[in-house]
């Protein structure tokens, strides 16, 4: 029996040095957080006045600071943080600090009469030794006054709490406490943040890193001195030590917005590829400014990089409900709806950003992408017509506008028109092996067999590999000239240079055809038979009755 009594004896002990020390724990954790506003404090307080309330529901210090800590961190409404500020209340009606800190949460709650209230109740306990319910009373009455009609007996009595704050302050221990632990530790950060700073002009960087680390080390301003080294160590030319110094800084802190953004920075100019990580950043800092058009237009583009095309859209929308009259954000938009064929939704958007025209040349590159949708989509070459017309007016020097202009035109069979439009383009660009094929091919159908040669030959001259130029000119050669050889060495380039280019190989076994070379010929037909089958590129009937007409010869 009496050794049973010494067990539970011991048993209370233990229980009452585990309490304590938590407790201990949970209030240096919570002194460091309101020193240093460090989430690693804020969080290490939590999980120990958690702990506290576990082992022992009835101290009142736990509700009111465990309350105040969940309300910072997001993690409980206003009113919940009012009740549990009350339980502590409850519990000991003469804790002159819970009463201060239901006068706080009251005060955010905009009812500056209760918040009034409870600060003059946590300075009548305290009498003397309560600056900081005289300095909330102050300012308190201040608010008040800027509210409500001010009265000279308001502002008076805020001068008085004011002026007796200030006096009880120089004995209020727990006042001076906090004061010069802050001071103590603001001196160090600023020494180790001089003499970091100072090797850093210097090329000292590694001693500034040192310096940095050992300031993690003894300040616990781990977030600060991570972005520095970060920083540091960009000026070395490491920047995968300054993602990873960023990254540990925003473990510490993740609502630092302005880490997020040195982050993002850091990424998009070393580490482009890592588009994930810096979508990553983008998504965090939109959360963080919700109103940043910018931010959600750039997150866009991250998505379409990811082949997110949904959220691509879904951020372009917000960033045109944040600013309708960005014209780019219209584009950006309209490029996405594409994507998903939304044509409708695209055309709507183009035109909005046409409409908005920030700059001509910009604007001319937006019509041409809507006339691409007219004319390739809605199959409405009137439109697209119009449209490109439109392009040419506003940027009249840009080649590729003339180009696609003067494709649709030979489409049309306005063969003249086309050859004004390629020749608009060579003129704007000199240096457009397309232009100058386009332009062959039309020359070569109005019969002008020696100007589409020399518009073929100046197209392989640019792009000496250009397999379409090398198969149109050998069709030039072949049946404009008769100059079989010739038409053979272009067809064999064709093919060389694109081999799976089923008009090529049926075009050269013409060639060797015509040259009597059937089995030759022959085997150019068998594969221009066999690819045709893939690519569909011409009539199958045709390839076999090329061949069936070599073997009856």
């Not at 691409?372 to 590729?400: E, F, G, H, N, R």
């Amino acid at each position: 029996m009496i050794k049973g009594k010494a067990r539970n004896i011991e048993e209370n002990i233990n229980y009452q040095s585990e309490l304590d020390n938590i407790l201990t724990l949970a209030k240096q954790a919570y002194e460091n957080y309101i020193i240093r506003s460090n989430n690693q404090d804020l969080e290490t307080a939590i999980d120990c006045y958690i702990k506290v309330m576990n082992l022992d529901p009835n101290i009142p210090e736990t509700y009111y600071k465990l309350a105040g800590l969940l309300l910072q961190k997001g993690d409980i409404e206003l009113d919940t943080a009012i009740k549990q500020c009350q339980n502590a209340i409850d519990l000991d009606p003469k804790s002159s600090e819970a009463h201060l800190q239901m006068g706080y949460f009251l005060q955010m709650a905009g009812d500056f009469e209760g918040a009034e209230e409870k600060f003059d109740e946590s300075i009548k306990l305290s009498r003397w030794f309560s600056s900081r319910s005289r300095f909330a009373m102050a300012l308190i009455l201040i608010k008040k006054m800027r509210a409500l009609n001010p009265t000279f007996s308001d502002f008076s009595k805020a001068m008085y709490y004011f002026a007796s704050g200030m006096v009880s302050s120089l004995w209020d221990y727990s006042t001076l406490r906090i004061l010069y632990k802050t001071l103590l530790d603001n001196f160090y950060v600023f020494v180790y943040k001089l003499t970091g700073s100072i090797f850093k002009k210097i090329n000292g960087y590694n001693l500034a890193i040192k310096t940095y680390e050992d300031a993690i080390e003894k300040t616990g301003r781990s977030e600060l001195f991570y972005s520095r080294i970060a920083e540091v160590s960009l000026k070395k030319g490491e920047p995968h030590i300054a993602v990873e110094c960023y990254k540990k800084a925003l473990s510490i802190n993740p609502d630092n917005v302005s880490l997020w953004k040195k982050l993002a920075s850091t990424l998009e100019a070393y580490y482009q590829e890592d588009i994930e990580l810096i979508t990553d950043c983008y998504r965090n800092l939109a959360e963080f400014e919700p109103e940043n058009a910018r931010l959600f237009y750039e997150l866009g583009h991250l998505y379409i990089k990811l082949e997110d095309i949904l959220s691509a859209i879904n951020s372009f929308k917000k960033a045109i409900e944040l600013d309708e009259d960005n014209p780019f954000y219209h584009n950006s938009l309209g490029y996405s709806l594409i994507q998903i064929n939304d044509f409708d939704g695209a055309i709507s958007e183009y035109q909005k950003a046409i409409k908005l025209n920030p700059d001509n040349q910009w604007t001319s590159v937006v019509c041409q992408a809507l006339a691409s949708i007219y004319y390739q989509v809605k199959q409405s070459p009137d439109a697209a017509i119009a449209t490109y017309q439109t392009a040419i007016m506003l940027d009249d020097k840009c080649a590729d506008t003339h180009l696609a202009l003067g494709n649709i035109y030979h489409d049309l069979n306005d063969l003249d028109k086309a050859i004004d439009c390629y020749c608009e383009a060579i003129k704007n660009d000199p240096f457009i092996a397309k232009a100058y094929c386009n332009l062959g091919l039309a020359l070569w159908e109005k019969d002008y067999t020696e100007e589409a040669i020399v518009a073929y030959n100046k197209a392989i001259m640019i792009d000496d590999e250009y397999a379409i130029a090398y198969n149109n000119l050998g069709v030039a050669y072949l049946d404009g000239t008769g100059e079989i050889e010739k038409s053979i060495d272009c067809f064999e380039k064709a093919i060389k240079y694109n081999p799976n280019y089923t008009l090529a190989y049926y075009n050269c076994g013409r060639a060797y055809e015509s040259y009597g070379s059937n089995t030759t010929a022959a085997e150019f037909y068998q594969m221009a038979y066999d690819l045709n089958i893939i690519t569909e590129e011409l009539n199958a009937r045709e390839i076999e009755d090329r061949l069936y007409h070599l073997f009856d010869a």
